[in-house]
């Protein structure tokens, strides 16, 4: 089993950038396929990025493509989310999952997940 936890939330300008982290404990985070989704108010989860085992293969949703970066550091047991020209249709809290297949839907069904860290971004 895993434990996950997000930090790097906060409240930032339209514009400016965050890096979100999510430290894993209980087993090396390399044994998954990691993912980040997020949370609006009156929302359903929505995929966001999601990284292979080994970081060879990422996937971003379209409408973060060109600003949201994910990446790990197997080493430190660590994934990172660098979120770069936030929107304030970014404001969501933002939730890291693990998993064993790399997409959207199989990553939804995760059975490992942090409790989330809040991105405000003001306009």
């Known amino acids: 089993q895993v434990q996950l936890v997000e930090s790097g939330g906060g409240l930032v300008q339209a514009g400016g950038s965050l890096r979100l982290s999510c430290a894993a404990s209980g087993r090396s985070v390399s044994s998954y396929v990691m993912g980040w989704f997020r949370r609006s108010p009156g929302k359903e989860r929505e995929f966001v990025a999601a990284?292979?085992?080994?970081?060879?293969?990422?996937h971003h949703a379209d409408s973060v493509k060109g600003r949201f970066t994910i990446s790990r550091d197997n080493a430190k047991n660590t994934v990172f989310l660098q979120m770069n020209s936030l929107k304030p249709e970014d404001t969501a809290i933002y939730y890291c999952?693990?998993?064993?297949?790399?997409?959207?839907?199989?990553?939804?069904?995760?059975?490992?997940w942090g409790q989330g860290t809040l991105v405000t971004v003001s306009s």
């Open positions: 990284i292979s085992r080994y970081g060879d293969v990422a």
């Open positions: 999952a693990a998993g064993s297949v790399i997409g959207a839907s199989p990553l939804n069904q995760s059975a490992y």
